[in-house]
């Protein structure tokens, strides 16, 4: 219950919250693909699990619920949050990763139904970019520039 000097947050209140910009440090980067010299690479992107469910903590207290389920090969990841004493659901999908592809899955999809709500949709609003990059036997190793820096590059008038 909330204390008589506390405002009661409205679900207007909430989703702002929700989709607050996450601070660079908590943005990681990843190759979609490389090019064929295997120079560059398509950066993506993107904040762990661990970062979304604590924006959901901090926003939502214990007001948030999740349920997977497998659909074929895909894991579906419904996302159930608190808003004006009702529980509003918002679901998406993901395949497994390469990595730990159960676990990757599951992760993905409760991702993408937070994206739906509005957690990291400021993400996609970057734009494409190609990152000087290293490689060994045709496998990504490390980006050898910062894409943040390419970001700026690509977003500004004087590049």
């Known amino acids: 219950m909330a204390k008589s000097n506390e ?17 660079k440090e908590e943005i990681q980067w990843r190759v979609q693909r490389l090019t064929k ?11 762990n699990v661990r970062t979304v469910q604590d924006r959901l903590n901090t926003v939502m207290g214990a007001s948030w619920q999740t349920k997977h389920i497998n659909y074929g090969v895909k894991t579906i990841c419904h996302l159930g949050l608190k808003l004006d004493g009702d529980w509003v659901w918002r679901s998406d999908g993901a395949g ?5 592809a159960d676990k990757g899955a599951i992760s993905d999809a409760l ?9 990291g949709r400021h993400l996609y609003d970057l ?4 990152v000087k990059c290293e490689t060994k036997n045709g496998r990504f ?14 977003n500004s008038d004087f590049s």
Do not use: H, N
């Open 127 to 130: 734009p494409s970019i190609w």
């Open 111 to 119: 991702k993408r139904a937070a994206v739906s709500f509005g957690v």
């Open 37 to 47: 010299d295997g120079t560059s690479g398509l950066a993506l992107a993107y904040v």
């Open 96 to 100: 497994d990763t390469q990595f730990e």
């Open 141 to 154: 190793v490390r980006f050898t520039e910062d894409p943040w820096e390419v970001v700026r590059r690509k």
């Open 7 to 23: 405002k009661i947050k409205t679900t207007e209140d909430i989703m702002f919250e929700l989709s607050k910009p996450f601070p």
